[in-house]
């Protein structure tokens, strides 16, 4: 199956991939290294949808290739570098009006409830019986 890059244009592609950290194959051999290309739609396809690694389509490798590929790439500081690449191109594209910005977030319910290290006192009186207090 052909890779879908099509979140990447080629000519994004071609002024980030300089940022890329080159890969020299172990003298031990070892499997052939997903495409960086491929990897890097996966990682984007990923932030862009906000799903779980391993839900990302076999078309970008494997979720678990292109998390380990983030993690080396964050570590390697290579995502600062891209994401400034990344505002020129779509700034030479469309223009970005970065006066006004929008910033979007979820809240999601404590696992188990959380844990508290102090008691929490009520916000006000209730005449309900309270097996806390």
Not at 7 to 17: G, I, T
Not at 51 to 68: H, K, L, M, N, V
């Amino acid at each position: 199956m052909q890779a879908n890059y099509s979140d990447v244009p080629d000519e994004l592609w071609d002024r980030v991939k300089q940022w890329i950290p080159l890969w020299r194959r172990s003298p031990r051999g070892g499997p052939h290294r997903l495409d960086d290309r491929k990897a890097f739609a996966g990682i984007v396809y990923r932030l862009r949808t906000g799903c779980q690694w391993d839900a990302i389509p076999r078309e970008f490798g494997s979720g678990s290739t292109c998390y380990r590929r983030f993690v080396e790439w964050t570590n390697a500081e290579v995502f600062e570098k891209i994401h400034a690449e990344a505002l020129c191109y779509y700034h030479e594209k469309c223009g970005l009006d970065l006066e006004w910005a929008s910033l979007d977030s979820a809240s999601v319910k404590a696992p188990k409830g959380g844990t508290s290290r102090v008691p929490i006192p009520p916000i006000a009186e209730n005449s309900a019986a309270s097996a806390t207090f």
